[in-house]
């Protein structure tokens, strides 16, 4: 059974940093591409950042240079490091397994003063 948890969202101000977390089980992790994406309210699930097997990443341009997606393969993980956030980053964040087609139950993200 896939099983992808999500763990490091909550309140920061702007300008914080979060790290997100995604464990995975029951698929062969590595080599999963893995990806983030967010959920904003009335709006559609969009595109975070996307990590290949082999490591290659992409960002949504409004992301770029901000946020960073990395993998421990050793420990079933992917990351997603968020600096300088912003009131517009506030979503559900969910990881999902791009290979297998799996997702997440996600993490929300809230960017308040």
């Known amino acids: 059974q896939v099983q992808l948890v999500e763990s490091g969202g909550g309140l920061v101000q702007p300008g914080g940093s979060l790290r997100l977390s995604c464990a995975a089980s029951?698929?062969?992790?590595?080599?999963?591409?893995m990806g983030w994406y967010r959920q904003a309210p009335g709006k559609q699930r969009e595109s975070v950042a996307i990590?290949?097997?082999?490591?290659?990443?992409n960002y949504a341009d409004s992301v770029k240079g901000r946020f960073t997606i990395s993998r421990d393969n050793a420990k079933n993980t992917v990351y997603l490091q968020m600096n300088s956030l912003k009131p517009e980053d506030t979503a559900v964040y969910y990881c999902?397994?791009?290979?297998?087609?799996?997702w997440g139950q996600g993490t929300q993200v809230t960017v308040s003063s």
């Open positions: 999902r397994s791009i290979t297998y087609g799996a």
């Open positions: 029951g698929i062969i992790f590595s080599i999963s591409a």
């Open positions: 990590i290949s097997s082999g490591g290659g990443t």
